[in-house]
Structures are given as structure tokens and as C-alpha cells.
């Protein structure tokens, strides 16, 4: 098992930044991919950005291409999502996730532990 604790959520301007963390406890974190995924109400939780265990390879969808930077801290059993020139599109519910191993990375339902979530709400 491996519990997922995310934080770092909040109310930003248009343009800001934010940095999200995700804490993990039990099973070795850092055997494990990564995922962040978003979702707002009516909607289908979708991908944000992945990252191997060892940080080598990763993920991230189109929309937040050259905005977000995905990383991890191993020794700190800690992931992070830094989010710069947030929009309000950006708006959502983020989780992160773990999974063993790089495959289909977009499908959620391939990641067996979540975190509980955490708001980001970017105004105009």
C-alpha cells in the first residue's frame, strides 16, 4: 500500500504560479511512476504530467506543455508539480497517483493509489 497526501493547492491570479506536493508514505515511493491528474465537475479525470520512478523519463499533456514541470524527491518520498503561467482553464481538483510501472500513463484507472486531491482556482 502507499498513502498520498497532496498540498500546495489554492487561489491564484491569472499568470501566477503554484507548486503542488504530494506526500508518500508505505511501499517504496521511489519504485513507483508519478502521475498528476486534474478534474473539474462534469468532466473526466484527465492526465496532467507523469515521471518515471527514476525521473528519466516522463509525461505531460499538451495543454500544459512548457508551463508545468513534474518532479520528485526520493529521499523525501515527495512529488511535486510546478505550475507557472496558470490559466483559468486551469482550474480543477488535482490528484496524484502512483502506479509500478510507464505504461498508459494517461488511463487512470491504471493507477492504484490516489491522494485525496487538492483545489486550484485561477482567477481572471
Known amino acids: 500500500q502507499v498513502q498520498l497526501v497532496e498540498s500546495g493547492g489554492g487561489l491564484v491570479q491569472a499568470g501566477g504560479s503554484l507548486r503542488l506536493s504530494c506526500a508518500a508514505s508505505?511501499?517504496?515511493?521511489?519504485?513507483?511512476?508519478m502521475g498528476w491528474f486534474r478534474q473539474v465537475p462534469g468532466k473526466e479525470r484527465e492526465i496532467v504530467a507523469a515521471?518515471?520512478?527514476?525521473?528519466?523519463?516522463?509525461f505531460y499533456a499538451d495543454s500544459v506543455q512548457g508551463r508545468f514541470t513534474v518532479s520528485r524527491d526520493n529521499a523525501k518520498n515527495t512529488g511535486y508539480l510546478q505550475m507557472n503561467s496558470l490559466k483559468p482553464e486551469d482550474t480543477a481538483v488535482y490528484y496524484c497517483?502512483?502506479?509500478?510501472?510507464?505504461?498508459?500513463?494517461?488511463?487512470?484507472?491504471?493507477?492504484?493509489?490516489w491522494g485525496q486531491g487538492t483545489q486550484v482556482t485561477v482567477s481572471s
Open positions: 508505505g511501499r517504496a515511493f521511489n519504485s513507483y511512476t
Open positions: 497517483a502512483t502506479k509500478n510501472d510507464m505504461l498508459r500513463l494517461t488511463t487512470p484507472s491504471e493507477y492504484p493509489y
Open positions: 515521471l518515471s520512478w527514476s525521473g528519466s523519463s516522463f
